[in-house]
Every structure is written in C-alpha cells, then in structure tokens.
C-alpha cells in the first residue's frame, strides 16, 4: 500500500516505514507526529483511488526523526565575460527527516 501526498508544496510516494526528507516544517520536534491530509492517490494492493483534487478522509501520519537537516551545499556563480563581473554565492537547503507511520484511507 502507497500514497502520493503533499507535503510543503511538493508530492511523496508515501510507504510505511519509508523515511522522507520534506521541507522544513517549522514547529516540528524530534518524536513528535504530524499528519497530512492532502492525499492524492492512494493505491492498496492495486485498487487505485485519485482524488479530485484530493482523497476524501485520507491521511498520512508522520514522526519526525530530525527536525532540522542541513542539505549539500550548492554554489552559485554567475560571471560576465570580459566585463570584471565576478559574484559569488551559495546557500544550504533546510529539510525535516521523517519516518512514514500509517497511512489511513
């Protein structure tokens, strides 16, 4: 059984016992459970519903592992030639490590 589900604006394939890093949501604590109620498709054992836009009564409910992960570092360099414009700059993507509990339809 799986279910796609939106999460802070962007869509997971949800299984149970699947760890996810999502966006960060920011009044999550380590332990704690969140559910999500934006559930797109669920499919259970090949019985296949699509909401439109959304599940009715469906749900995915989450524990936070990690309330803040720190992603890999991305650089951004932007150069123009023969003009001396050189710049500089980078940034790391801040992310929630979860862990799928159940996934209720």
């Known amino acids: 059984m799986y279910a796609i589900v939106e999460i802070n604006g962007q869509q997971f394939k949800a299984e149970e016992g699947m760890k996810l890093f999502v966006h960060h949501i920011k009044d999550a604590e380590e332990g704690k459970t969140v559910e999500f109620d934006k559930v797109l498709l669920v499919d259970k054992d090949g019985a296949v519903t699509v909401g439109a836009p959304t599940v009715e009564g469906a749900k995915v409910v989450v524990e936070v592992v990690n309330p803040l992960v720190k992603g890999d570092k991305v650089i951004v360099f932007k150069m123009k030639r023969r003009k001396d414009f050189r710049k500089k700059n980078g940034h790391r993507s801040q992310f929630t490590?979860?862990?799928?509990?159940?996934i209720n339809a």
């Not at 490590?97 to 159940?102: F, G, P």
């Open 97 to 102: 490590e979860v862990t799928v509990k159940s």
